[in-house]
């Protein structure tokens, strides 16, 4: 089923009996499709506010204490009215998230006037037809968490008869070019920094669990207390995508900075020296993962509206 206006996402809901059973007592569960795939669902807001959801930012199943505008604006797909006015709002899962199941939603239930492509190269777009013709808009992933402020990593458009206007503001998002001047600039302290490492490394032990779980806490808990807004959920998972540019540029350029053995220690680690010393990794490969670090860590990357 696809709703190509606010009124059919609005007649669907007020057509579709509640889920029963107990596991849906005191919920309000209408499916979009087939009853058994009760994630797929319309959720109601108030009058002017229904979300198409797909089983992640569901505020009837788990996350409990997550800020609820925050699931909301994290919604697969919301519709609304504002000042008379009809609106739809197209958002990808955050970064780090595999997002097969969304893009498989929103192929099927975004307007027949809308398409969303996913390209080969990891590339998320939504294809919509406006006044100007068929235009192709970007949607990238978004680095949006429920500490942080809405990044505004999302696309909403505006009904104008049986075409749509953007009306969100355009996303930054990373880019793969380097900056080269300030690569140049800082070239001297990440090769110091690489030469330290490869000496010290194998003697801080990162292959035993307990090690790596020590540095990875000594790490975050300083990061965090550092920057409140950080997630430590975040910086586990990537520290080279979230580390503030600013504080990883400290910890290079100084050479008794509290933390920067301990850094060592963590981006040894994620860059695989460990598999060099024993064999599984080359030096190039490992250099190479250095690099692409680096340039993240200390935001050597350009970046660009979409």
Do not use: C
Request: hydrophobic residues 35%.
């Amino acid at each position: 089923m696809r709703f190509n206006t606010f009124d059919q996402v609005a007649q669907w809901y007020n057509n579709t009996k509640p889920l029963g059973g107990t596991d849906n007592k005191g919920l309000d569960i209408r499916p979009i499709g087939a009853r058994r795939y009760k994630h797929s669902r319309i959720k109601k807001y108030d009058e002017n506010t229904y979300a198409l959801l797909d089983g992640y930012f569901d505020p009837d199943f788990g996350r409990t204490l997550t800020p609820i505008e925050y699931i909301k604006g994290m919604s697969a797909v919301l519709w609304s009215r504002r000042g008379g006015e009809e609106y739809i709002r197209i958002r990808n899962l955050p970064v780090g998230w595999v997002n097969f199941a969304r893009a498989d939603f929103h192929q099927r239930y975004l307007p027949n006037t809308m398409q969303y492509l996913q390209h080969k190269s990891g590339k998320h777009e939504v294809r919509v037809v406006t006044p100007q013709g068929v235009v192709d808009y970007a949607l990238p992933k978004t680095p949006h968490d429920e500490n942080t402020p809405d990044d505004g990593a999302f696309l909403e458009f505006k009904r104008d008869g049986d075409k749509w206007i953007r009306v969100s503001a355009l996303i930054v998002v990373p880019s793969t070019r380097i900056d080269k001047g300030l690569k140049k600039q800082l070239k001297p302290t990440i090769e110091e920094f690489y030469a330290q490492m490869q000496v010290l490394a194998p003697m801080l032990d990162m292959r035993d669990y307990r090690n790596r779980n020590q540095y990875y806490h000594t790490l975050t808990d300083y990061l965090t207390e550092a920057d409140e807004a950080l997630s430590v959920w975040r910086l586990r998972r990537a520290i080279s995508k979230h580390i503030p540019n600013k504080i990883a540029r400290e910890i290079l350029s100084e050479p008794e900075h509290e933390v920067r053995m301990t850094f060592m220690a963590v981006v040894a680690y994620e860059i695989g020296l460990y598999d060099v010393v024993d064999g599984n990794k080359t030096i190039t490969h490992m250099r190479e993962a250095y690099n692409r670090f680096m340039n993240t860590a200390l935001g050597l990357t350009t970046t660009q509206e979409v």
